[in-house]
């Protein structure tokens, strides 16, 4: 399975737009591009997930490159309950040997200010 | 709300012990995971099950147990507790075992063995 490199942590105020880039150099064929989002002492909640080209939903954005060996999440005028940790994911059924197991990494911690 | 729910919420056990982590899925989700995920880390998957039957499993040693049950519920058993099983668990449900399914996780249940 494709591992994910993201930054460690990123700042922002309220109401400006946050772009999460993730890299991810060995993605294959079948492989979906999901994130999620995780506040403290709760479990990771699904934000958007793509394969290609650009995907939106009513909370985020996602921007897939043709290459597809980075991906972008978008956050359209954060506010403070953003706060949290985001997780990029890479996987595909098939290469999981028939499960859909995720794998995570450390995640980026972002922080929005008043 | 993901309509997943874990039980306890914290648990404090010693060096040894066993323990028994519960999860209950979302009606007519026929995969359960279970994740462990150590403090400021991403979540690491533990195993997952697939109406009753375990079919996929990540880096952890056979004290790590399981169970799923025809009424949507799960069980998660540790044996032979040591000090670096402390985590927060989580479970998390799918309909099936597709890469493209969306994941709901539960809140977790915070382990501290002493």
């Known amino acids: 399975l494709a591992k994910t490199t993201q930054p460690i942590s990123m700042d922002s105020y309220e109401g400006q737009e946050v772009n999460i880039t993730c890299s991810h150099n060995n993605i294959a064929t079948n492989d979906y591009i999901t994130w999620y989002q995780q506040f403290p002492s709760q479990g990771p909640r699904f934000i958007i997930q793509g394969y290609k080209t650009k995907v939106t939903n009513e909370v985020a954005s996602l921007f897939i490159p043709a290459d597809r060996k980075s991906s972008t999440l978008s956050l359209p005028r954060v506010s403070l309950s953003d706060t949290a940790v985001y997780y990029c994911l890479v996987g595909d059924t098939r290469f999981s040997g028939g499960y859909n197991k995720l794998i995570f990494g450390a995640g980026t911690r972002l922080a929005v200010h008043p | 709300e993901t309509g997943v729910t874990q039980s306890p919420t914290h648990l404090i056990k010693t060096r040894g012990q066993q323990v028994t982590l519960r999860c209950s899925s979302q009606?007519?989700?026929?995969?359960v995971s279970w994740y462990q995920q150590a403090l400021g880390q991403g979540p690491q998957f533990i195993f997952q099950y697939y109406r009753e039957e375990e079919n996929g499993r990540g880096n952890f040693p056979p004290r790590f147990s399981g169970l799923q049950f025809p009424n949507y519920s799960s069980e998660l058993n540790v044996n032979a507790l040591e000090l670096d099983d402390s985590a927060l668990y989580l479970c998390?449900?799918?309909?099936?075992?597709?890469?493209?399914?969306?994941?709901?996780f539960g809140p977790g249940t915070r382990l501290l063995v002493l």
């Open positions: 998390a449900s799918t309909p099936g075992t597709s890469a493209q399914e969306t994941q709901y």
């Open positions: 009606s007519g989700h026929n995969t």
